[in-house]
């Protein structure tokens, strides 16, 4: 079944290189110096200080650096979700998935995000896949179990 969020997969390699051309200018800041990894750190650091604004900017950083790190698009992802960002966190965690299919601390955040959205039936779809690559023994499939059964059903679940 195709959903809307299935529709966007053309335009997320675009969605980034757009990302690329607005984050540019941040090249030439002084701080053009530091390691994708620093930004990185940055990123996780301000996310984790729910500092989510200055986060999403450092990961924007980290992911131009480096665009074959799925951890900068999960924790862009992550960043986007807490500001209630959900299409474009899908998007971020979408692009860690294409690169990284059995990262699983992505694929548990789309779930979180499905089901923030109020797509608690996609969330459950989730659950399955994130249990099908860990035999049900992570603790992301664990958390995500969690808080789909938790979630309140909708009229349609």
């Known amino acids: 079944?195709?959903?809307k969020m299935d529709t966007a997969r053309p335009l997320?390699?675009?969605f980034v290189?757009?990302?690329v051309a607005m984050v540019g200018a941040c090249a030439a800041s002084p701080d053009h110096r530091s390691t994708p990894r620093a930004n990185l750190d940055a990123g996780i650091q301000a996310l984790e200080a729910k500092e989510y604004e200055k986060a999403v900017q450092q990961l924007e950083i980290a992911i131009v650096a480096d665009p074959k790190n799925p951890d900068g698009f999960y924790r862009l992802g992550q960043s986007h979700?807490?500001?209630g960002n959900y299409r474009r966190a899908l998007k971020y965690i979408r692009l860690a998935l294409e690169i990284?299919?059995?990262h699983l601390a992505a694929l548990k955040e789309r779930g979180v995000v499905l089901l923030e959205a109020g797509e608690r039936e996609e969330a459950k779809v989730t659950?399955?896949?994130l249990g099908d690559k860990c035999d049900r023994a992570c603790p992301e499939y664990q958390s995500l179990k969690q808080q789909v059964e938790a979630a309140p059903t909708n009229k349609d679940g």
Do not use: K
Request: net charge neutral; charged share 10%; glycine share 6%.
């Open 12 to 14: 997320a390699f675009g």
């Open 1 to 3: 079944m195709t959903t």
């Open 127 to 129: 659950l399955q896949q």
């Open 100 to 102: 990284e299919p059995n």
């Open 81 to 83: 979700r807490a500001l």
């Open 17 to 19: 290189l757009a990302v």
